[in-house]
């Protein structure tokens, strides 16, 4: 099992970036694929990018495509999410998910979570 403590988010106006940072426990992180998820206020969490175990795929919700960026770094067992034009719609808890298959769009199918990192866009 691995470990997830998020870091990064924050405050931010709209149009302003953000990098959120995930960094995981454990020898074994190069093999599992990696994600981030969000879940605002009364809504359902919902996928926003994933990474495989090689850093050479990477998927995205349609509503950050071209916006935001997801990388990792398998030495330093950490992955990023790069967010730039935000909007205030993009306000939400960030959560990072780690997935031994191919990380699942659907929460249901996450093991590993997390527990999140606040971020507000303010209009």
């Known amino acids: 099992q691995v470990q997830l403590v998020e870091s990064g988010g924050g405050l931010v106006q709209a149009g302003g970036s953000l990098r959120l940072s995930c960094a995981a426990s454990g020898r074994t992180f190069s093999r599992y694929s990696m994600g981030w998820f969000r879940q605002a206020p009364g809504k359902e969490r919902e996928f926003v990018a994933s990474v495989s175990w090689s850093g050479d795929t990477t998927n995205y919700a349609d509503s950050v495509k071209g916006r935001f960026i997801i990388s990792r770094d398998n030495a330093k067992n950490t992955v990023y999410l790069q967010m730039n034009s935000l909007k205030p719609e993009d306000t939400a808890v960030y959560i990072c998910?780690?997935?031994?298959?191919?990380?699942?769009?659907?929460?249901?199918?996450?093991?590993?979570w997390g527990q999140g990192t606040q971020v507000t866009v303010s209009s």
């Open positions: 998910a780690a997935s031994i298959i191919a990380m699942p769009t659907m929460p249901s199918g996450v093991r590993s």
